[in-house]
């Protein structure tokens, strides 16, 4: 069965804290890695990922896959209190569904 | 460009009741999906349809569930006799057939099942 963890499950930082969200998977036949971004409504699109090590960048943040280990991590610098939603990770094994982790839920304190 | 559309957004009905949610995909999408959030379980796939055909419903929790496609432009969720652990954030989402990137999710219906 297709499984997808995140880690932590929720986190508290202060504006200007620089966090780290982990994401590890097992997946058939994978194809890619995505997170998404959800603030009390449908989840948002911020990256997919198929490549080991390529880092993907938009603003503050930025993200890496690593094949070899099925891992994947999301960064966010200087973080604002906007920042503030549950960050989902998902794994694609081709034309089929993404296969959700359960999120992190980040909370970013003035 | 209009996105997913689903409705309704919020539905609160009594145990037992029928309930049913409808979908619009994009158009031009070709692959269709349900997925139910929950604070316990998280975002589970409940059936995905390609080109109007349900391709894998094995996600259905159970018989009470059932999903149908007529059209390219329109699909339906359908739970009978609903219960209270039904209660969950109900998405529809869609993306071009073959496509192996993101889903573009709807707004979600939110059901309340007293």
Redesign the interface.
């Known amino acids: 069965e297709d499984k997808v963890v995140q880690s932590p499950l929720s986190l508290v930082v202060h504006e200007g804290d620089t966090v780290t969200l982990n994401c590890s998977y097992e997946v058939t036949n994978f ?2 890695l ?1 997170w998404y971004k959800q603030e009390k ?5 911020l990256f ?1 990922l198929t490549s080991s090590g390529i880092e993907k960048k938009s603003g503050r943040l930025s993200s890496i896959l690593d094949k070899k280990e099925l891992f994947s991590i999301l960064n966010i610098t200087a973080t604002q209190t906007g920042d503030s939603a549950v960050y ?1 990770c ?1 794994a ?1 094994g ?10 992190t839920h980040l909370i970013i304190q003035p | 460009d209009a996105g997913v559309i689903q409705s309704p957004r919020h539905e609160v009905t009594e145990m037992g009741q029928e309930v049913t949610l409808r979908c619009k995909p994009i158009s031009g999408h070709n ?1 269709l ?1 349900w ?1 139910r959030q929950t604070m316990m ?5 409940l059936i ?1 349809f ?1 080109n109007n055909v349900p ?2 419903d094995s996600g259905m929790p159970e018989d009470r569930f059932s999903a149908k496609m007529p059209n390219a432009s329109f699909s339906t969720l359908k739970i009978q006799p609903s219960e209270p652990r039904d209660s969950a954030v109900y ?1 529809c ?1 869609s993306r071009p ?12 219906s939110r059901l309340t099942v007293l």
């Open positions: 194809r890619s995505l409504k449908a989840p948002t699109f997919m989902l998902a694609g081709g034309a089929d569904g993404l296969t959700f982790g359960k999120g | 692959s999906f997925y379980r998280g975002l589970e796939l995905y390609n391709i894998d998405f989402a057939e073959g496509f192996t990137g993101e889903l573009f999710f709807g707004e979600g």
